[in-house]
């Protein structure tokens, strides 16, 4: 089983200030299709996640622009450029490299 | 728009059994691999399960395996989580997820196994 490390666990946050979240994998994620499989997903209390970004860089319809994913291999990082209100509350990373799907432990964006 | 519903949830003592249900509009049913995954209250995310698109194959985590079975019918564009022999550490919310990258998610079902 793929073990996904997030860190922080916590990032406190200053509006409109960047933030970054990083995930490490115990695995290489390439897939034998060539892919890349780590996927970012938002998630606000009592809503169900919301997904951002899809194989390591690609934001999905809707998600803006101050969102960006990068990395290869074994090391991922999401990037706020600047965070807004709405961006608040448990961010997640996923590998769809091979079953189990697994996730990191999450890391809680809130205000200081 | 893609859209999952998931429906079936309730409250069910140790032991017993229950299916939950997602139906799926929007897209292509029949082209899409489908998962279902939980959350425990105040806990992260698991993957529970995935079905392939013609239900040829399936996997699913260690914790259900040998008590979940999922399945999917094309015709009714619905994908299926038949649940036995449950524990009170099933108690979760239930999500079912489009794709292998989980790319569109319903709003889940909430599942509490409690004597």
């Known amino acids: 089983e793929i073990v996904l490390t997030q860190t922080p666990l916590s990032s406190p946050v200053t509006l409109g200030q960047p933030a970054s979240i990083s995930c490490r994998s115990s695995?290489?994620?390439?897939?034998?299709?060539?892919?890349?499989?780590l996927t970012w997903l938002h998630q606000r209390p009592g809503q169900p996640p919301r997904p951002l970004i899809f194989?390591?860089?690609y934001r999905l319809p809707g998600v803006p622009d101050r969102f960006s994913g990068s990395g290869a291999g074994t090391d991922f990082t999401l990037k706020i450029s600047r965070v807004e209100a709405e961006d608040l509350g448990v961010y997640y990373c996923?590998?769809?490299?091979?079953?189990?799907?697994?996730f990191g432990g999450g890391t809680k964006v809130e205000i200081k | 728009q893609v859209k999952l519903v998931e429906s079936g949830g309730g409250v069910v003592q140790p032991g017993q059994s229950m299916t939950l249900s997602c139906a799926a509009s929007?897209?292509?049913?029949?082209?899409?691999?489908m998962n279902w995954f939980r959350q425990a209250p105040g806990k992260g995310l698991e993957w529970v399960a995935v079905?392939?698109?013609?239900?040829?194959?399936?996997y699913y985590a260690d914790s259900v395996k040998g008590r979940f079975t999922i399945s999917r019918d094309n015709s009714k564009n619905t994908v299926y989580l038949q649940m036995n022999s449950l524990k009170t550490d099933d108690t979760a919310v239930y999500y079912c997820?489009?794709?292998?990258?989980?790319?569109?998610w319903g709003q889940g079902t909430l599942v509490i196994v409690s004597s």
């Open positions: 695995q290489s994620l390439v897939h034998s299709d060539g892919n890349t499989y």
């Open positions: 929007g897209f292509t049913f029949s082209s899409y691999v």
């Open positions: 996923m590998q769809a490299a091979q079953f189990p799907l697994t």
């Open positions: 997820a489009r794709n292998r990258i989980a790319d569109s």
């Open positions: 079905v392939w698109f013609d239900g040829s194959k399936e």
């Open positions: 194989k390591v860089s």
